[in-house]
């Protein structure tokens, strides 16, 4: 019997757009037993996926040290199949000590690019796919273990509404007719303006909104303020409850952000507000990517640094309110 390890540690976003490929291997091997290794803060996200058989959690406050000897213990599942979907220091350890002594294990790794990087974001020398689809980047190396990623895979995800999340959507007056907004990101030059956000609730009084954020979100009240249709939920949800809400919304606009990677996996109709970041982009034939070409982007792996173009953030600028009422009215009508 086929026994797989996946090893993807963190971070959310790159964990959801890896969990295609454990669908993928699930759907070619459907006896085979897939484990997967997790940082602690991120176990929650695996879990409702039923492709997944055991997850094996890492806490980082341990140590290295603590981390190795788990490494050491899972050489006792006799693994036939190793995915090092990270690569980076631990997994590399990991991968190190897994194999010790087990020539017959299959091993394969995703490869970070990291030269094709540097030269992208040094010298404008784009090597990599545009746009870079990051959950095709991870089911990629699969075909060296003969899988087939041709056909997108179902997502596997059960995700009902836990009683939390239903007592906020009764007290709300909400049903499933709704669209999801994602207006925060972890950094700033990801986000689509203020106003934007604004105008396009003006364009879109016929539909209903639930807004999704962190705590520390303040600018979602700004963007809910005077609007009937509009539900701010920033701050009120938990990732968990977050995947839950994101599935029963009839749509998502979003943009690069931990909201944008779970509507993609679940194949939910979604509207990527993509601007100045290279990696993020969504793969399922339900995503459909709003963007504005110029010559600075893509300028940052992950919205850090600063905007170089004499309009500040032209890329997110330039998408319009219009443009995207426009695409909600097709996509989530």
Same mark, same amino acid.
């Given at each position: 019997?086929?026994?797989?390890?996946?090893?993807? %540690?963190s971070?959310?976003?790159d964990?959801?757009q890896?969990l295609?490929?454990?669908?993928?291997?699930?759907q070619?091997?459907?006896?085979?037993?897939?484990?997967?290794? *997790?940082?602690?803060?991120?176990?929650?996200?695996?879990?409702?996926?039923?492709?997944?058989?055991?997850?094996?959690?890492?806490?980082?406050?341990?140590?290295? $040290?603590? /981390?190795?000897?788990?490494? $050491?213990?899972?050489r006792q599942?006799?693994?036939?199949?190793?995915?090092?979907?990270?690569s @980076?220091?631990?997994?590399?350890?990991a991968?190190?000590?897994?194999?010790?002594?087990?020539?017959?294990?299959?091993?394969?790794?995703?490869?970070?690019?990291?030269?094709?990087? $540097?030269?992208? /974001?040094?010298?404008?020398i784009?090597?990599?796919?545009q746009?870079?689809?990051g959950?095709?980047?991870f *089911?990629t190396?699969?075909k060296?273990?003969?899988?087939? &990623?041709?056909?997108?895979?179902? +997502?596997?995800?059960?995700? @009902?509404?836990?009683?939390?999340?239903?007592? &906020?959507?009764?007290?709300?007056?909400?049903?499933?007719? /709704? *669209?999801?907004?994602? +207006?925060?990101?972890?950094?700033?030059?990801?986000?689509?303006?203020?106003?934007? $956000?604004?105008?396009? %609730?003006?364009l879109?009084?016929a539909?209903?909104?639930?807004?999704?954020?962190?705590?520390?979100?303040?600018?979602?009240?700004?963007?809910?303020?005077?609007n009937?249709?509009?539900v701010?939920?920033?701050g009120?949800?938990?990732?968990?409850?977050?995947f839950e809400l *994101?599935?029963?919304a009839?749509?998502?606009?979003?943009?690069d952000?931990?909201? %944008?990677?779970?509507?993609?996996? %679940?194949?939910?109709?979604?509207?990527?507000?993509?601007g +100045?970041?290279?990696?993020g /982009?969504?793969?399922? +034939?339900?995503?459909?990517?709003?963007?504005?070409?110029?010559?600075?982007?893509?300028?940052?792996?992950?919205?850090?640094g600063?905007?170089?173009?004499?309009?500040?953030?032209?890329?997110?600028?330039d998408?319009?309110p219009?443009?995207?009422?426009?695409? &909600?009215?097709?996509?989530m009508?």
């Amino acid at each position: 019997m086929k026994k797989v390890l996946i090893i993807r %540690l963190s971070s959310l976003g790159d964990i959801l757009q890896c969990l295609p490929a454990a669908d993928l291997i699930k759907q070619e091997w459907p006896d085979c037993q897939l484990h997967w290794c *997790v940082k602690k803060d991120f176990a929650s996200s695996l879990k409702p996926c039923s492709s997944i058989n055991q997850i094996h959690i890492y806490d980082k406050n341990t140590g290295l $040290w603590n /981390f190795m000897k788990m490494s $050491w213990k899972l050489r006792q599942e006799n693994y036939t199949h190793i995915y090092d979907a990270h690569s @980076n220091l631990r997994s590399h350890l990991a991968s190190i000590i897994l194999r010790l002594s087990r020539s017959r294990t299959q091993f394969i790794r995703r490869s970070k690019q990291r030269i094709q990087r $540097w030269l992208l /974001f040094q010298f404008r020398i784009s090597l990599l796919p545009q746009p870079f689809r990051g959950a095709e980047s991870f *089911v990629t190396p699969l075909k060296k273990w003969k899988i087939s &990623i041709d056909k997108w895979p179902s +997502p596997s995800a059960t995700l @009902n509404l836990s009683d939390s999340t239903k007592n &906020i959507l009764f007290e709300k007056h909400l049903v499933d007719d /709704f *669209v999801l907004l994602a +207006p925060s990101a972890a950094w700033e030059l990801k986000r689509w303006p203020i106003e934007h $956000w604004k105008k396009l %609730l003006s364009l879109q009084s016929a539909n209903r909104f639930v807004i999704v954020g962190g705590p520390h979100d303040d600018f979602c009240q700004e963007i809910a303020s005077n609007n009937k249709n509009v539900v701010n939920l920033s701050g009120k949800l938990n990732w968990d409850e977050t995947f839950e809400l *994101v599935n029963y919304a009839k749509g998502i606009v979003s943009g690069d952000t931990g909201v %944008l990677h779970m509507a993609d996996y %679940l194949h939910k109709p979604t509207l990527a507000l993509m601007g +100045p970041t290279a990696f993020g /982009f969504p793969s399922s +034939p339900n995503s459909q990517i709003l963007e504005v070409q110029l010559k600075c982007r893509p300028c940052t792996k992950d919205g850090r640094g600063r905007c170089h173009n004499s309009v500040y953030k032209k890329c997110m600028m330039d998408i319009t309110p219009e443009l995207v009422s426009e695409k &909600i009215n097709e996509a989530m009508a």
